[in-house]
């Protein structure tokens, strides 16, 4: 019976026992990706090829690999996340944080890879030769399954990882009929040991044509690069507002027709400051202006958009998806207000809008979304056309996450075209265009 034992069996049960060491190598395949990017470096064949590898090699590995594999992309994708705490001065919490994401992940994979197992043991008892080629295309089906599936498991809010991601820029498609699709040619071309599966990869060919510029031509995006301490010491305030104004005024002279400043940069309650109100609605005569400032209603904080029209208007547009911990603690009532008072000072959560906002601007909708939430698909209900994203990446900087979040972003003009207008403090700006040829 032996000379009938899948070599990939075999395979697997070697990785196995070096479970660590793949791991790692597997999540470096998965991450690749991403620290190319970080550096500016675009090799689509490159991370097209390192995406199949780690994937052909998940498939064929054994449970102990699947966690090693699922904790190394945790910290390889999300280490960022604990950077946070050093502005809380908390900078002990790191480690933890980064151990926790981790062991999360891991935890996830491990789950996908020992449910394919005990299916796999439930139905086959004797194991004859006809079985055995049957189980192994079970077990990687299963497996790919969870792959498949893994992304819509949101560990507190943060739906972030995304495996198809891998494929973002890479000149295959990025929607989960086509990860399907790729996944089912890996799952057959390792079942049968026939290379010639490999040509129903083909089929989810669908080139990357979106495009990334830093300006339109009707359109100011303002970069700011005020680090976290600064931007709410309110000492400071009459020089960072000052030095916006000064931006305004420059979109003004330029001749353009709107204006957007990221999130938050007026980092107070804005529907309570009538002066600052007043100078922003004597420049809005002249340019439409999107900023990001806090809105208070007399009960609970929101993290907001204000946009002031040339014609006097000025709308409010609220988050809709706050941040896990970061604007809104998911945990239940008594744990979330143990977690406030240790870590964040008695802070009161953030309140959330219940719907998306839409708004107009010389005739042209725009969806409004503020950071977080521009990579969550709730965002792009309906398909908006034009999105325009304010972002505070501070927090987190310097790391991969503005990386990460630009790849997301990409990720969802290439699913939905939208083109994204994204005006980002502690990172460039930048505008991603669905195609080449697609201008508003």
Known sequence: MRQYFSTLILIGDFLDRRAPLYGLGIAIMASAFIYLAHFGITLP???MLSALAALSLLLISGTRVWFWSGFFIGLLWFWWIGLSFIHYQMPWAIPIVILVVSTVYGGVFWLIAKTALSVERLVFRNKSVAQQRIQSLLTLTLKSLGLLSVSYLHPFGFDWFKPELMFVTTPLGIEKWRFGLILTALVLTLWGRNALFLLLITAAYHPDT?????????????????????KWDKQRFPAQFEKLIEEIDEAIAQKKHLVILPESVFPLFLNREPQLLKTLKTRAKQINIVTGALYWDGKTPRNSTYIFTTD??????????????????????FLSDWVNRIFYDDAVDYKADTSVTDYTIEGKTYRNAICFEATSERLYEGRPKQMIVLSNNGWFTPSIEPTLQRLLLQYYTRKYGTIIYHAINMAPSYIIHPTTGDRP
């Open 45 to 47: 064949l490159l991370n």
């Open 210 to 230: 979106s495009s990334l510029s830093c300006s339109d031509g009707r359109i100011a995006l303002v970069t700011t690069r005020t680090p976290v301490e600064e």
């Open 312 to 333: 006097g208007k000025v709308h409010i547009a609220n988050k809709v998806v706050l941040v896990p911990f970061g604007e809104a603690n998911p945990l239940p009532d």
